[in-house]
């Protein structure tokens, strides 16, 4: 049973790049949660989403910044027009749609790295 | 603002030691409080997990202590292991929303 798969695991950007993260939920898990997490800080969360929905997106920054889950497929992260400052780890979890909804299970993260 | 707040920021303890790390939170609609272990380039893993209903759950050698009235909890490991060193994160959400992550303790076990 695989766990949450990201990828990329690394990302090189340069400035004013487009960035796509790609998160597959574990199996049989249909939200989605994306979170930041900067060098020494833990993590902020960005959006919650369920399949075709955006449920939260509260800690999504305004500009720039989106995310869907499609019927078929990743969930995806997007920053457009990439600037130094969206360097970060960036992970998300999953839960399932039913029962413990509470336990997130994390990935393994993408490190973006903006030049 | 930080809606968990997490201390202390590092801690070396000796081998066989208790580990201890603290958090506390303001909003009383939290309803689950879980403890993630993170390895340097790792993604969080779920360590243990309470409920406010319960002042204290423990799974080997971890045990959550749980203070509803305080509005605090913490994370002791017994026995401390040097595999035990890692990052932990405490953290809080309220009916299975967003997480609300504590900074961080950067846990050292020295043999």
């Known amino acids: 049973n695989a766990g949450v798969m990201q990828n990329p695991r690394h990302l090189v950007r340069r400035r004013g790049q487009e960035a796509r993260l790609r998160c597959s939920p574990m199996?049989?898990?249909?939200?989605v949660y994306w979170y930041r997490q900067l060098p020494e800080e833990g993590l902020k969360f960005m959006v919650y989403?369920?399949?075709?929905?955006?449920?939260?997106e509260s800690g999504m920054p305004k500009e720039r910044f989106s995310a869907e889950f499609p019927k078929e497929g990743p969930s995806i992260l997007r920053i457009q027009q990439v600037v130094r400052g969206d360097s970060a780890a960036y992970f998300c979890?999953?839960?399932?749609?039913?029962?413990?909804?509470?336990?997130?299970?994390f990935g393994p993260g993408t490190r973006l790295l903006v030049l | 603002q930080q809606q968990v707040k997490q201390s202390p920021q590092s801690l070396i303890v000796q081998k066989g030691g208790i580990s201890i790390i603290n958090c506390a939170y303001e909003?009383?609609?939290?309803?689950?409080f879980p403890w993630y272990q993170q390895f340097p380039g790792k993604g969080p893993a779920l360590l243990i997990a309470?409920?406010?209903?319960?002042s204290e759950k423990k799974e080997g050698r971890f045990t959550i202590s749980f203070n509803k009235s305080a509005k605090q909890f913490s994370l002791h490991i017994m026995d401390s292991q040097p595999g035990d060193s890692a990052t932990y994160f405490c953290?809080?959400?309220?009916?299975?929303?967003?997480?609300?992550f504590g900074t961080g303790t950067s846990l050292t076990v020295i043999p």
């Open positions: 979890a999953s839960s399932p749609l039913a029962g413990n909804r509470e336990t997130q299970y």
């Open positions: 199996k049989g898990h249909s939200h």
């Open positions: 909003n009383t609609a939290f309803d689950y």
């Open positions: 989403l369920q399949k075709e929905n955006i449920i939260d």
């Open positions: 309470i409920r406010p209903d319960v």
């Open positions: 953290a809080a959400s309220m009916a299975g929303n967003q997480f609300y």
